[in-house]
């Protein structure tokens, strides 16, 4: 019997850096713009924040994304998880639980009572569509102006040496 040769695919590093690295620096950079401008915001419809507490547990733990839809392309409604601004203008992330006439009455999951403050429409940001574990303490760190510039330099050393002939 004569023995088959078993071809064995190589993984070809180059063309999964050509796939990676441009998404990977998209996906950065539309998180700043988004994350500096509120018309952007709501033109493309969608921004990232960490969450910092562990106010919505087991739903989301402290370093998770929570992916935010923005309010005028969405329909808020009870039990819906949304981020706004408190009257302090602190981010929170929480579980809508009731809705009112002044507004709405929120509540993190994994707290015993609901929020102080009744939330108004105007202080929505938007709803919570879905979260991304762990990665927000590197995006925030990826976020950094001085990061941002190292990265840069980054992918400019990248394209000179990858590019070279």
């Given at each position: 019997m004569e023995a088959k040769k078993v071809e064995k695919k190589k993984i070809n590093i180059s063309k999964i850096l050509n796939i990676v690295v441009p998404i990977l620096f998209v996906i950065l950079a539309l998180n700043i713009m988004t994350a500096k401008s509120d018309k952007l915001f709501e033109i493309i419809g969608y921004r990232s924040?960490?969450?910092?507490?562990?106010?919505?547990?087991?739903?989301f733990y402290p370093g998770d994304i929570v992916i935010t839809k923005h309010k005028n392309k969405t329909d808020i409604q009870v039990n819906d998880i949304v981020t706004y601004r408190d009257n302090d203008g602190v981010i929170i992330t929480?579980?809508?639980?009731?809705?009112?006439?002044?507004?709405?009455?929120?509540?993190g999951d994994n707290n015993n009572?609901?929020?102080?403050d009744i939330l108004t429409?105007?202080?929505i940001i938007g709803e919570v569509k879905f979260n991304i574990p762990k990665i927000g303490y590197v995006m925030d760190f990826l976020s950094k102006p001085m990061v941002i510039a190292a990265e840069m330099i980054l992918l400019a050393v990248f394209?000179?040496?990858?590019y070279k002939d």
């Open positions: 924040y960490t969450v910092l507490s562990g106010s919505m547990e087991p739903r929480h579980r809508v639980i009731e809705e009112t006439p002044e507004g709405y009455i929120t509540k009572v609901e929020d102080a429409k105007e202080n394209i000179f040496f990858y």
